[in-house]
């Protein structure tokens, strides 16, 4: 019992509903056990039975870690998500325990801050809309077992190799799903397209005109070119990203790591920015093989010099239209939103 007074602790806290619409903290501590390992143990998720202001928050946070036989005292880190309730400086649930307790340093998850930026940078346009159709497609199948089996038969006939059998909902609010989701949705892409090809033809009348009509729908947006490229470098970019926030939440690293996966990946993406013709380049080529493989013609959507909401960006080729239309704005938002979100005063330590 006494061992556990003394205890040195980093609390890991963040708030959610449940399926019940109810207020729940999940309370994690990382403490470093007597073999010098460093552990991270999920305690309890907590009822907010007091709200989620910073007030409420603390009142629950302080009987829990009482009850466990902990000491705020004790405590020499949090780290919380950026909500008010949590981060404030005043009010929030940080600044309360640093009243308590100045040598319980907050910083802010840097897995959500860079899940932050990364969907800061979904706002380019193709991007937002992409995402949106993948959403739709996997909702289509996902929904209905009939869908889903009739999917599954085609990827065993047109893809016997794929590892996926089904395809992930992106509409997450972790980036890595929708990162995974993305893979996923590439890797299945021609069973994909066959599979609403023989729905929306219904030859053998074995779906419903509802089915039918939607499957149509999605296929004529999946079979554009613009589609299929956007899809590739899209993707591409975001996988990038994918092991840094992997690595992040990994309990073995320190705030250092932390900072140095940061960096790197800052410095890849201006790498890549500078060298956009060559990243663009590999991208398209890959969207030119898909598209070939299903006879979609390399075309530009029709550009209107007077249309306000369609993107006009002027080109000499159909590659150079998408460069400058997805690549060259994606990679400057995401490197745009990196160094807002970890700027050299965010992440000096």
Not at 170 to 198: A, H, M, Y
Not at 311 to 340: H, M, Q, W
Request: proline share 2%.
């Amino acid at each position: 019992m006494e061992k556990l007074k003394t205890l040195s602790i980093s609390i890991i806290a963040d708030e959610a509903s449940d399926s019940n619409n109810k207020e729940q903290l999940s309370l994690v501590i990382r403490f470093v056990d007597s073999k010098f390992n460093i552990r991270e143990e999920f305690i309890s998720f907590l009822h907010c039975t007091n709200g989620v202001t910073g007030q409420g928050l603390i009142s629950v946070l302080l009987k829990s870690i009482s009850d466990f036989l902990l000491d705020i005292m004790n405590c020499r880190g949090q780290s919380y998500d950026g909500a008010g309730a949590m981060s404030g400086h005043t009010k929030g649930l940080s600044s309360r325990v640093l009243n308590l307790n100045e040598k319980a340093i907050y910083v802010h998850c840097y897995s959500h801050r860079l899940n932050f930026a990364i969907c800061a940078s979904c706002n380019v346009q193709y991007v937002k809309s992409l995402l949106a159709h993948v959403k739709d497609v996997s909702y289509f199948f996902n929904l209905s077992p009939t869908r889903q089996q009739n999917l599954e038969e085609h990827i065993k006939r047109t893809a016997p190799v794929a590892g996926k059998k089904k395809l992930k909902d992106v509409c997450r609010t972790r980036w890595v799903e929708k990162v995974n989701g993305l893979d996923t949705f590439q890797e299945l892409f021609i069973p994909l397209v066959s599979c609403l090809e023989e729905m929306s033809l219904n030859v053998n009348k074995s779906f419903n005109h509802s089915t039918s009509s939607s499957a149509f729908s999605l296929l004529k947006l999946l079979t554009g070119f613009d589609f299929i490229v956007a899809l590739c470098i899209t993707r591409n970019v975001f996988d990038i990203t994918l092991p840094v926030t992997r690595m992040l939440q990994s309990k073995s690293n320190d705030i250092y790591d932390g900072l140095n996966l940061i960096r790197a990946l800052k410095d890849v993406i201006s790498l890549l920015r500078s060298i956009a013709d060559q990243h663009h380049q590999m991208c398209y080529e890959q969207a030119l093989k898909i598209a070939h493989e299903l006879n979609v013609t390399e075309a530009k959507p029709r550009t209107s010099f007077i249309s306000k909401n369609r993107n006009n960006a002027p080109s000499e080729c159909v590659s150079d239209y998408f460069k400058i239309a997805i690549t060259i704005p994606l990679l400057d938002r995401l490197s745009t939103e990196l160094g807002t979100r970890f700027d050299n005063t965010t992440i000096k330590f």
